[in-house]
């Protein structure tokens, strides 16, 4: 009984690992894209070094998305 439950967890724990990869795939994909299309006169380092409060808080939030895309794959 002990192995069939281990089994299964291990298989949850597999499919949940996959789910957040592709997830982040995913998301880096859409971030690339939005990247590449609508921001393509912003360069977010220069404006970071440049000490721009609105691009700090975009790259955090960036940041945060990849964190809670992540967590709530591994969460099942």
Known sequence: ???DFLIAT???LGVNI???LVAL???VLGLQFIDR???KHIDIEQELQ???LAVS???STILLFVAVVTV???RG
Request: aromatic share 16%; no cysteine.
């Open 1 to 3: 009984m002990t192995t």
């Open 72 to 74: 709530f794959g591994l």
């Open 10 to 12: 291990f298989f949850n």
């Open 25 to 27: 795939v995913v998301a």
């Open 57 to 59: 808080i975009f790259a």
């Open 18 to 20: 996959v789910q957040t």
């Open 50 to 52: 440049k000490g721009n």
């Open 37 to 39: 299309k609508l921001l």
